[in-house]
């Protein structure tokens, strides 16, 4: 592990090049052993990339950073691991090296986000617990930045529904920002929850570093609900990374004469966000919903080859992402994903979001 924490404190190198890298690589040691010329040679990464690399310095931190992770119960997860959050894997920006304090399980079957503004109004917080509160039957994980406002309700209204829930820090897991959350960190750990961060462990809470964690709050979720935010906002942020991610992103609308609902109904008007008025929305139409057998028997639904071929397999299993369903039944992912969109029209499948399917 000392070597795969190494990877990220070298500065340049993001999951792209390192996977090309260490794919002509018989081993990740070979990376820091190989004199500059050999490894050019081997992996093609340019002259100016290794030059500029302080490999030694790289391990002597990592090393470090190692025995923090083992004094404090912190598991260091490595993006090619199998345990790395596989829907964060999926984004080309995902941190090489994502630490979790906890036990929550980052690759549960439900992963969803709610965020919002910091200066929730008595209707944002009404809109949030009522959400959470009817997602119970659904028991997705719950993410949130850990921030004041809209994160801490949601955060808080998980626990008392026995939900668990993330919190995304943008420092290292050596303290709690805002501080007045470090009671409410200690309850989720307590729990069951986690804290998760990609900065080293006595990282500092930096301005900068906020708008860049919220690319991590929607990379681990199949979708991101903005409960209510102001016309610019971090929020805003999060729900772009879900856009580009290819994340559903809902957010509930608000009044025209009020500031914090202005960036909810500016997504929904630019057609960048579903809007929901509610918990039963959003189960709909993420497919949440417990399937009727009833309903099931009733329609009986006629299956093509192809699409009974995609079936057999998805019963196989509790449910695959698209690559490895692409993979299964080897089928074009162009093809695939044709045959899918048929398949939940006749009810035979379930998208449960973030390109992850099973047999309904």
Not at 322 to 330: S, Y
Request: glycine share 8%; hydrophobic share 40%; with cysteine.
């Amino acid at each position: 592990m000392r070597e795969k924490i190494a990877l990220s404190f070298l500065k340049g190198l993001g999951p792209v090049r390192i996977s090309s890298a260490l794919s002509k690589l018989e081993s990740i040691q070979y990376f820091f052993e190989l004199p500059l010329r050999e490894l050019q040679f081997l992996t093609g990464l340019s002259q100016h990339h290794l030059v500029t690399m302080d490999r030694q310095g790289a391990l002597h931190s990592a090393e470090k950073e190692l025995e923090l992770c083992q004094k404090f119960s912190i598991t260091p997860l490595f993006y090619q691991d199998e345990n790395y959050p596989r829907r964060l894997r999926q984004c080309p920006d995902a941190p090489v090296v994502l630490y979790q304090k906890g036990n929550t399980d980052l690759n549960a079957r439900r992963l969803m986000a709610v965020v919002g503004t910091r200066n929730l109004t008595e209707y944002g917080r009404e809109i949030a617990t009522d959400l959470i509160a009817g997602l119970v039957q659904a028991n997705p994980v719950v993410v949130s930045g850990l921030a004041l406002g809209v994160d801490a309700v949601a955060h808080k209204t998980s626990l008392k529904h026995q939900l668990p829930t993330v919190g995304v820090l943008g420092n290292g897991l050596h303290e709690v920002f805002p501080k007045r959350n470090e009671a409410l960190a200690e309850e989720m750990l307590a729990s069951g929850g986690a804290l998760v961060s990609e900065y080293p462990y006595f990282a500092p809470a930096v301005r900068e570093n906020f708008p860049v964690r919220n690319r991590i709050v929607a990379g681990l979720s199949d979708a991101i609900v903005v409960v209510e935010s102001k016309e610019r906002g971090g929020s805003l942020i999060t729900a772009e990374f879900a856009n580009d991610y290819n994340r559903d992103v809902f957010a509930f609308p608000g009044s025209v004469k009020q500031k914090n609902s202005a960036g909810c109904n500016n997504l929904i008007r630019q057609q960048k966000a579903h809007l929901i008025t509610g918990a039963e929305d959003f189960i709909a139409m993420m497919g949440w919903a417990t399937p009727t057998k009833i309903l099931q028997q009733v329609l009986l639904p006629e299956f093509t080859p192809e699409e009974s071929e995609v079936l057999q397999v998805l019963k196989r299993y509790d449910a695959l992402y698209l690559d490895e369903l692409a993979e299964q039944c080897a089928i074009p992912t162009s093809m695939l994903m044709g045959l899918l969109l048929t398949l939940q029209l006749k009810g035979g499948i379930l998208n449960h979001g973030g390109g992850r399917y099973s047999a309904n």
